[in-house]
């Protein structure tokens, strides 16, 4: 079931702001399961040029967190999973990514994994390199399925979310200028795709986000889409696995930054401080 729900209107400060400059190159995941580890270093590197930890934005290896970031998941797809004996890449939580990052670290990434393939089953990076980068002790990723919360989270840096895509409609993306979910009684329901919410978009009068994607520049445009805010679906899939009404986009995801903080010292002294939430509450606060 999909049908059109009214629009739940954005304050106009929304609409004036856009992170796209600030969320770094799109990259291309190929043929891997593997896209929550984009979009949980991409907050990450966002969150640190936003607080002034670093004067570019800085890249983290999605390779690290392919290999490393869930042993178990990795082991059932190895014994389980439907390409078992070429992949052992599976998908995840952004907030688990991001648990990852903040008691693990993850390495800066080689331009050279920036332009080949690997073999997620032998190519795995140094699991301790000399240098590793973590998010501070007192930031906390949200989690929350309201627009109200992505909206002001927007307001204040991009945020993740799981897309539910559907072929034929993903695969043409390019040629459209807005996704909609599916679009015939042929579509089929290929399951979630983690993206980044950049902004909030009105295009041919309609309310949009503006994703970005992790296939490649060619997918899209450049790399990004536009994304229905007001289609919501229901028991769609091969077997009806959308249980609860959704929209396309789900699972909003960021880190929460504490404002005002701006430099590495000032960071430091906060450690150990009970810190005042600035965002909307949301679903759930996920300690990471």
Known sequence: MLWEVPEEEPSQELFAEDW????????????????????????FSAMRLINKEDD????????????????????????DG??????????NSIADTLKFIKRNGVPEEDPVDADKDF??????????????????????????????????????????????????????????????GPLSDSSTYSGLHTVLITAVKRIKGKLVARVKSSHGTEKGENGYMNVSLTKMI??????????????????????????????PEELEKEKGKKRKTHHLPCLAFVKI
């Open 20 to 43: 796209e400059e600030r969320s770094g190159p799109v990259r291309n995941q190929r043929s891997h399961d593997n896209c929550s580890t984009y979009v949980g270093t991409d907050l």
């Open 119 to 180: 073999n997620c089953i032998t190519d795995a990076p140094e699991k301790n390199p000399s240098i590793l980068y973590q998010i501070g002790d007192e930031v906390e990723a949200c989690v929350s399925n309201k627009l109200k919360d992505l909206y002001e989270a927007l307001l204040h840096q991009p945020v993740g979310a799981n897309l539910h895509f559907f072929h034929p409609e993903f695969t043409n993306i390019g040629s459209v200028n807005i996704y909609e």
């Open 234 to 263: 229901l028991g769609i899939g091969r077997g009806n696995e959308i249980y609860y009404a959704s929209f396309l986009l789900t699972d909003f995801t960021y880190l929460e930054i504490p404002r005002g903080l701006n430099k």
């Open 82 to 91: 439907r390409r078992k004996d070429t992949h052992h890449c599976h998908g």
């Open 56 to 79: 570019k934005f800085r890249i983290f290896i999605a390779r690290y967190l392919t290999l490393y970031a869930s042993p178990m998941l990795r082991y059932v797809e190895s014994i």
